[in-house]
């Protein structure tokens, strides 16, 4: 007879062991890269927007996973739907049967997105992407697909070959024969439409790198040009849809965008189980399937599985029943309003800017000459050594977890767990307008730091 298998005993007897493991059998560079910034935390446990140590001291999540954990960790309804399925035993993925998890899914996913009529279940943003990028080509049987400068969507190839950012992109050449377009430029737009071979744009409504969103007018704007050219709008909602920017897709703030395909993922996974979705109108649908011999032409060997589908349709019950995209919007005004008020006591504090709770922090050249001189230093080492000054005490004095928002981008992206509140901003800003203090106060321990990470820039070169 098979022993039991006992989870808590094995992390008792290995989990110490966890950054040797990362070292020896992983992604070498992590443990390596977390040492050297500090952030090498042990976290035992975690609940709702926090982490805890075998201390008890509490850390503030505004990172929420890159938003995969939009209800934060462990909600008890999410939690309790993967209970229950898991339970029921169900006959999941024969593949040749309709169960009602993914047919329930859909139909709740649609329910926010009426000018939509199908879904395709996968298991990542990523995925989504890639199922986006197929369809908008089989559907309008043309090769190219536009993105925009400084756009993530994704890093496998199809998703790396609309990936606006070189350094994910260096060495893996050749990828797909796509084109980038700087975001809202609808010039540059129709100029590449009038080639007559473009299937698609895919577009962030707010770039994830960078949190910059698309002008007023560009996204309905660009629609109207794609259609006139027989194209198509991709919406990747993945980090902006489900209330991240205080409504369910970050589309839906501009009035008369209707994109012909939507990606989401991220947060519908409950922070549990991982789910991808890419929803479509009918007629993308019934060509990319358009008959029996065809039904298997695009699919995902997890796709659709009960436990997926069961976060999500609870993620989706706590979205409305705790009203997530109004909770969203409100206390990410606050944030934002409360670090905007800063910006002028703050030489080195250049613009606060996004929405709902999808807030971009930048950093710019300050006047005064004594701090002039610590930025030129951090600028000649490596454009973005400033954000990352920041981030670390942020963590190390203050135990609030966040990050730079790109490679080489003077900018801190926040993006927490939709379930913050007031209490969380007073601590977040707390937090920031100490270290801020610090660095406009010349603060050794922080500029100390800097003169480390150039060190370190300068020995990468």
Request: charged fraction near 25%; glycine fraction near 10%.
């Amino acid at each position: 007879m098979t022993k039991g298998f006992d989870l808590g005993a094995l992390l008792a007897e290995r989990g110490a062991e966890r950054y040797e493991l990362h070292t020896r059998h992983l992604n070498h560079q992590l443990p390596r890269m977390l040492r050297t910034i500090g952030f090498d935390r042990v976290y035992e446990r975690a609940e709702g927007a926090y982490f805890f140590d075998a201390d008890g001291n509490d850390y503030l999540d505004m990172l929420a996973g890159f938003g995969v954990m939009g209800l934060g960790r462990h909600h008890p309804v999410v939690r309790q739907a993967l209970h229950d399925v898991l339970d029921a035993g169900l006959a999941d993925l024969t593949r040749f049967d309709c169960q009602p998890l993914p047919g329930l899914l859909a139909e709740k996913l649609l329910s926010y997105s009426p000018h939509l009529d199908r879904v395709f279940f996968g298991n990542s943003g990523t995925e989504a992407v890639e199922t986006a990028l197929k369809f908008a080509r089989f559907a309008t049987g043309r090769p190219r697909v536009l993105y925009c400068d400084h756009a993530f969507h994704g890093l496998t190839t199809g998703s790396l070959s609309v990936n606006g950012e070189g350094g994910f992109r260096d060495g893996f050449a050749p990828l797909l024969p796509d084109t980038p377009v700087p975001l809202g430029d609808l010039d540059a737009l129709a100029r590449e439409l009038r080639k007559g071979d473009v299937a698609a744009l895919i577009v962030e409504p707010i770039q994830g790198k960078g949190v910059n969103e698309a002008p007023p007018g560009y996204l309905r704007a660009a629609q109207e040009l794609l259609h006139r050219h027989k194209a198509l709008l991709i919406a990747d909602e993945v980090q902006t849809g489900l209330g991240r920017t205080g409504d369910f897709y970050a589309y839906q703030h501009e009035a008369g965008v209707e994109p012909d395909l939507v990606c989401v993922a991220k947060a519908l996974s409950g922070g549990y189980v991982p789910v991808g979705a890419t929803l479509g109108k009918d007629w993308i649908f019934k060509k990319v399937y358009s008959s029996m011999d065809r039904v298997l032409v695009h699919s995902a060997s997890f796709g659709a599985n009960a436990q997926a589908m069961a976060a999500g349709l609870a993620v989706l019950h706590v979205m409305d029943d705790e009203r997530i995209v109004e909770n969203a919007r409100t206390t990410g005004d606050l944030l934002r309003s409360r670090l905007a008020a800063l910006i002028d006591k703050y030489e080195l504090l250049a613009d606060v800017r996004g929405r709902g709770l999808m807030v971009g922090i930048e950093f710019g050249r300050p006047e005064a000459l004594r701090l002039r001189s610590r930025w030129a230093m951090l600028q000649a080492a490596r454009k973005g050594l400033f954000a990352q000054m920041v981030v670390v005490p942020l963590l190390q004095r203050h135990r609030v977890l966040t990050q730079v928002s790109g490679d080489h981008l003077e900018v801190i992206k926040l993006i927490p767990p939709l379930i913050v509140g007031e209490r969380e901003v007073d601590r977040f800003v707390d937090a920031f307008t100490e270290v801020m203090d610090d660095a406009h106060n010349g603060g050794g321990l922080m500029w100390d730091f800097g003169k480390t990470l150039v060190k370190q820039a300068v020995a990468h070169r």
